[in-house]
Nanobody
Framework: QVQLVESGGGLVQAGGSLRLSCVASGSTFSVKAMGWYRQAPGKQRELVATITNAGSTNYADSVKGRFTISRDYAKNMVYLQMISLKPEDTAVYYC??????????WGQGTQVTVSS
């Protein structure tokens, strides 16, 4: 199993920026990709961004050009740099790690609130 702890959420005005961080521990050798999901009140959890061990990235259309995912492999960390934030970005953001043998581990989530 992989344990994940997020940080960096908070309250920001529309147009502002935040950087989320997530540190992984445990069986990190079993991870093949990491990323971020988010869940807004009353909505389903949606994929925001992913990054593989090879560095390939993928983004939801709604965040392309505004969010950037990156990894520090030596520190077992994944980051989500968010700029030009919009009120519709308000959600709980969850870090995840996808394991080579299947399945995902999840962090506890960090709240991002964007005020208009």
């Amino acid at each position: 199993q992989v344990q994940l702890v997020e940080s960096g959420g908070g309250l920001v005005q529309a147009g502002g920026s935040l950087r989320l961080s997530c540190v992984a521990s445990g069986s990190t050798f079993s991870v093949k990709a990491m990323g971020w999901y988010r869940q807004a009140p009353g909505k389903q959890r949606e994929l925001v961004a992913t990054i593989t061990n090879a560095g390939s990235t993928n983004y939801a259309d709604s965040v392309k050009g505004r969010f950037t995912i990156s990894r520090d492999y030596a520190k077992n960390m994944v980051y989500l740099q968010m700029i030009s934030l919009k009120p519709e970005d308000t959600a709980v953001y969850y870090c995840y790690a996808e394991r080579v043998l299947g399945g995902k581990n999840w962090g506890q989530g960090t709240q991002v609130t964007v005020s208009s």
